[in-house]
């Protein structure tokens, strides 16, 4: 069972480094900026910066209760990704600085992420199992191949820590029961300690970002339905997403440095430029170490390179 | 001739084939919001500034040795070496005040630029003259307009018109592109927070790798005041500035793309990128060193 979810670094087109030269000296690239202010952060807790405001712009995932919203990326709506006549687009350097509060800094892990869409305004306030409404596929990773799934308190702030279970379609089509926990940690953008509960304790403050897979499976290709043991209260998104690649920066916790990170793709990531497909809504879950940290601000951009 | 070995970049080092230029910003005297991306062509400090001269919408050319045709404005690199081939080598570079950080600087080989496009109109502003460029049809070329005088309040979209490498014409933003209302000097105005900003460069058409040159641009509404330039450049590095007060180095032999070519006349300058408000007379210094084989 995966406990961390796999992304695609596959390429077809760029293949060498003649070709990723060729790219830049042919100026098939593009730099997109994005800047988000006083993203909420907690002790070791994965958050999304959707939630704040900023380029792109705060979305709080709402839509119709439960049903499944696909998402594809218009314009800035989320980090825009530029047009490439066909050819295939490949992320080639993640350049960011993290600001955590502006007082003692700690490490900060991200995860840049192309959201496929989610199941919004899940009502935490029933124990029922609540149904969810698959008549939209995936918009992008339609075979489910990669694809992850995480809960998210994104309405009204949770109030209990509880459990719950949600039913799950892998890739392989192979159906499962898939628990997890919620831990009340007082964030709204908070991502759930998500896990199979037999992989952690639910006192535990961290895990992985993404619920586990169904037997067999190498993603998650809908979720049928999901059930808390107790009612945590709030209303709750479950986002289905594909994580691109992680990058980090490197702090200092004695004093305020606020460490520059260039990610190369292919220097520090083993010449594996993760390709960004049409429509792709690219965006960054982030996890700050210690309490009370909030980005403030990440600020970057991204590197496009086509061919 | 070109660098295609340790050994080449060796024997160019101590050959002499070698020059470095330390150069100094300061912002002018307003603050800089964060979240935007600004213009540092017109900033003072050395090399001097650019005023922008020129005929209103007729496109002047740059480079190092003359610079906009009043003042020298590119950083100095050496001179012509043709047949030899010249690379920037590394670079640094660094902020003075908490409030210059985090940010962004990308040095950028000004092509030249159209002054003198009004922020007060609605109607197509028709681009003249023939650009000279450095690169072969502006392969790799990028526009931005910079704000030369404080544009209006009103809100106003950017519209325009441009040929892209092949050469073909008519080519069009792929998306609506926001300028800000009440835009200062030197913001490049579509960069920014709002709905439909973008930056630091105008988003071209699918399929296009660069400009090779400008037709018109139309506002969608008259802003109440104000100039700009459009600038064509062609982006050559990036570098990120997170500390205050320390040194950022970068080292582009060890980089992809590695050794960046400046083309013979390159009239080099620098964007900023602001991921914080910077205060007013904020100072960015560094170094650019630039090898030729």
Redesign the interface.
Known sequence: MPRSPRWDCDYTMIKS?KD??DA????????S?F?K?NILGGDQLWTDWSYS???P?YDARVGITGTFTPITS???SAI?I??????ERKL?QI???A?PNLSSQASCTFALYDLLGYYPLIDGDSTEVQTLNNTNPLPRYSNGEGVCALIINHVAPILNSCSGTVNVTGSNDVSADLTFDLKLGGLTNEINRSHLASNNAATAPWGPISFGFPSGAKGIKRINSIQFTTAPSGLFCIYMFKVITFTANHGDGAS???????K?M??HSGFSAPTILDGANLGFFSRTITSNRPLN?L???LVFIWG | MAIQSIDNLINSVSGGKTVRYDWNKITGAAAYT??R?YSMLGLGGSPVASTFPGTSLAWQTCDESTGDGTNIFGIPNGGNVSTDKKHLLNMSAWGTAATA????L?LVDVQGYWPGISMNSNTAQTLTGTPSLR?TN????RLFLTITATAGASAHNLSYSYSN?TPTSGRTN???VACTASAIVPHITH???????????L????????VSTVASVTLSAASGAGTAALVLCR?IA?I?????GLT?EKDLL????SLPEIKDGACLAWIL?T??ATAANTTFSGQVEFVWG
Do not use: K, M
Not at chain 2, 138 to 141: E, L, P
Not at chain 2, 240 to 244: E, I, K, P, Q, R
Not at chain 2, 254 to 257: K, T
């Open positions: 480094l990723v030269n830049y000296d042919d100026g098939r690239y593009h730099v900026n800047y202010a405001a900023g380029q712009s218009s314009g800035n825009y530029p047009p490439t006549g066909g050819l080639a350049n960011l600085v600001n305020i440095t606020r460490p520059a990170t260039e190369d292919f220097i601000p600020w970057g951009n | 964060a979240g991306w950080v985090p940010s962004t990308f690169y502006g392969a790799g070329c490498t792929p998306v609506t960069s920014g927070l709002a709905a439909n900003n973008y930056g630091p460069f988003p071209l058409a699918s399929g296009d790798s660069g982006p990036q990120t500035l997170g500390v205050t950022v060890n980089q992809i793309p990128g991921g914080a």
